[in-house]
């Protein structure tokens, strides 16, 4: 009955991760590491789901901030009635890069740059292009600062500088794959290039509309509900306050404490439950290769 409950569980939470599209086998071949293998900081500040999708809320808010990024998004894509699907597709593609193999990855990194080549167009008389090497940047660490924020508030909070600076060198790696140019390689830099992009940040209607459809996106079922509303307060929480206060999603001291408390209570279940998750299946390709 134990074990029936946990799958049941199980089922639910990957039904909100990339492993739903069931697009990549992170078995296989046996004994390939893909780009970066499990002695990797990524393997660990991307490992587990629960920071992962509060950092990815997180990302997503702080992404749409940029005018030119909210564009390619508002315009080119059908995420106000598939919200859920952005956010497994994003997903697919952190996990694929991180836990796939080589062929998997390179795969997916050229999929997401063929898809960018046919993004373009222009907002209020800009220009823009989802393959523009500055877009790409911003997106970017937009993303992995994102990732990092949760993991060291929700996962680990004593990972160290050095590891968290090895981290953001590491994940630069698929960021130029795709285009991006100048990407920061340091917690130093990625603070230094947060502050110089400020100016270009804007909140408008369009902003405002995101931030509504994420808070109303439909959960895929009634037992992930709850913990899903948990995770998205939780993300927005984690916002630097400039970027709260510019989406007007500040939160008082005890709407915080109340989303602690509901994680402290549901996340070791949700560990518990996921024992398939993509780090857990990467590590069994490098086992048979071994």
């Not at 518990?272 to 993509?278: F, K, L, Y």
């Amino acid at each position: 009955m134990i074990e029936a409950f946990r799958r049941r569980v199980e089922r639910q939470v990957l039904g909100l991760t990339g492993l739903a599209l069931g697009q990549l086998d992170l078995r296989s071949p046996p004994g390939d590491p893909g780009l970066f293998g499990p002695g990797s900081v990524c393997w660990q500040v991307h490992g587990d789901f629960t920071a992962m999708l509060i950092g990815g809320v997180r990302a997503l808010l702080l992404q749409m901030l940029h005018p030119l990024a909210l564009a390619g998004v508002w315009e080119h894509s059908n995420f106000r009635d598939d919200m859920l699907g952005r956010l497994r597709r994003t997903g697919q593609f952190v996990s694929g890069t991180t836990y796939g193999s080589t062929r998997d990855a390179n795969w997916l990194i050229e999929k997401v740059r063929t898809i960018h080549l046919q993004v373009s167009g222009s907002v209020d008389g800009q220009p823009y292009a989802a393959s523009d090497p500055a877009l790409l940047t911003w997106v970017h660490v937009a993303e992995m600062s994102s990732f990092l924020a949760a993991h060291l508030r929700y996962r680990d909070p004593l990972l160290s500088g050095q590891a968290q600076d090895q981290y953001y060198a590491e994940v630069a790696l698929v960021a130029e794959r795709l285009g991006a140019r100048e990407v920061p390689r340091s917690r130093a830099e990625v603070e230094q290039y947060l502050q110089r992009l400020r100016p270009q940040l804007r909140c408008d209607e369009r902003t405002h509309e995101v931030a509504r459809l994420l808070r109303a996106a439909p959960a895929p079922s009634q037992l992930a509900r709850p913990v899903g509303q948990l995770m998205l307060n939780a993300g927005i929480g984690l916002l630097p306050p400039w970027a709260a206060s510019m989406l007007a999603l500040e939160q008082s001291a005890l709407q915080r404490g109340v989303v602690s408390l509901g994680l402290g209570c549901s996340t070791p279940l949700l560990r518990w439950a996921v024992r398939d998750g993509s780090q857990h299946r990467a590590r069994q390709r490098m086992r048979l290769g071994g």
